[in-house]
């Protein structure tokens, strides 16, 4: 089995990015799948392009997205990803998308086909936060997780895929008061464990893990 995993490059004024720096560490196990580790322009569209561009050569088996969640305790793994881009700040290359479809025409929503609950659970067990989230925002994240299920959907029906977000690193918030963080370590092996999880688990299981708000 081959899994690609994909990270942000740092946007909005930061000078890193937790999700690629946490990727760039993460060991391989080759007796559980290929790894195949790529880094994403925090661009409107260019991002889907690299994306595509990746799984047309690779055809992995399944697609786990990553970005950075400032504000957020845990690591959330993402539901659903919604068909707009309502941009609070610009992107990389300075497109400032407001009230547009991520695909003119399309789905309103796409549903990730990871196994979401299976993820928390694994990292639960592993003392690592974790939750189902059902909002992955309306900036990039967002357009690469909805332009990612319509990719799978419409050309590649076989393969499963989805988003996770995951906190700020602890010198990212040193000025920023009361904003949680999470060490890169535990970020890497909570990634880790969700590639195992996502191998291992087909299908999702039974297991309460929603918010309640």
Not at 91 to 97: A, I, K, L, M
Not at 129 to 134: L, M, N, Q, R
């Amino acid at each position: 089995m081959k899994v690609l995993i994909t990270g942000f490059d740092p946007f909005g004024g930061e000078p890193i990015n937790p999700a690629y720096e946490a990727i760039k560490m993460m060991k391989g196990n080759p007796k559980l799948c290929d790894l195949v580790k790529l880094e994403v322009p925090t661009v409107f569209g260019k991002s889907l392009e690299t994306i595509g561009e990746a799984v047309e050569k690779e055809r992995p088996d399944v697609v786990i997205c990553v970005g950075q969640a400032g504000g957020r305790f845990d690591i959330s793994v993402e539901r659903v990803g919604i068909n707009l881009d309502e941009a609070r700040i610009p992107d990389n290359e300075g497109n400032f998308h407001q009230g547009k479809s991520i695909v003119e025409g399309g789905e309103n929503a796409y549903f990730s086909t990871l196994p979401n609950r299976a993820i928390v659970k694994e990292l639960k067990e592993n003392r690592i936060p974790a939750s189902v989230s059902y909002s992955a925002g309306t900036f990039v994240c967002n357009h690469v997780l909805y332009g990612l299920m319509h990719l799978i959907k419409t050309k590649y029906p076989d393969m499963r895929g989805g988003f996770i977000h995951v906190p700020f690193l602890p010198e990212q918030v040193m000025d920023k008061r009361n904003v949680p963080s999470m060490s890169l370590e535990m970020i890497c092996r909570g990634l880790e464990l969700a590639v195992k999880a996502s191998v291992e688990n087909t299908e999702d299981i039974n297991y309460v893990s929603g918010e309640t708000h």
